[in-house]
């Protein structure tokens, strides 16, 4: 890490071993095995309208990360799917909002159980210390997803 990176922080954090530790905890938890054998972007869709509640294709497309025909695409087969419904946008009578469907809540739920389940017993061979060291640190790591959410918006 430059002493740039260090300095803009104005902690002894190193944003460089946070941003591995987090890229290789990522890499490891996208890949858990799922209830649903669904595509990343579809899942990353459903946690999204589950978790920030219905958008329009557009605000999607900046989320996502993927073109305007390939979301479209995935959003008609996840209507046809019953996972998600588009519905006239109060605000704008020309547009829609996708909104997550209970089937498509269901999915992440389970995902998130699965996951759960499967990080129970690599908590377990962790030493008391360390539980305790991801335990104080939780409140933070949620405080940065608040803020990078903020950011993105």
Avoid: W
Avoid at 90 to 102: E, N, Q, S, Y
């Amino acid at each position: 890490m430059t002493s740039t990176q260090r300095a803009n922080t104005n902690t002894d954090l190193d944003v460089g071993v946070l941003t591995r530790a987090i890229e290789n905890f990522n890499r490891y938890y996208i890949r858990l095995p799922a209830v649903q054998k669904l595509s990343f972007t579809t899942l990353s869709v459903l946690d999204t309208l589950a978790f920030s509640g219905p958008k329009r294709l557009t605000e999607l497309i900046k989320t996502e990360q993927i073109s305007q025909p390939g979301l479209t695409q995935l959003i008609t087969r996840l209507e046809r799917d019953g996972l998600v419904e588009r519905r006239p946008d109060p605000t704008d009578g020309r547009a829609a909002l996708v909104h997550i469907t209970d089937s498509g809540r269901k999915i992440g739920q389970a995902r998130h159980e699965d996951r759960g389940r499967r990080l129970i017993p690599l908590i377990a061979q962790l030493t008391p210390a360390e539980r305790e060291a991801i335990a104080a640190a939780l409140p933070a790591l949620t405080r940065l997803a608040e803020l990078g959410a903020e950011a993105g918006r």
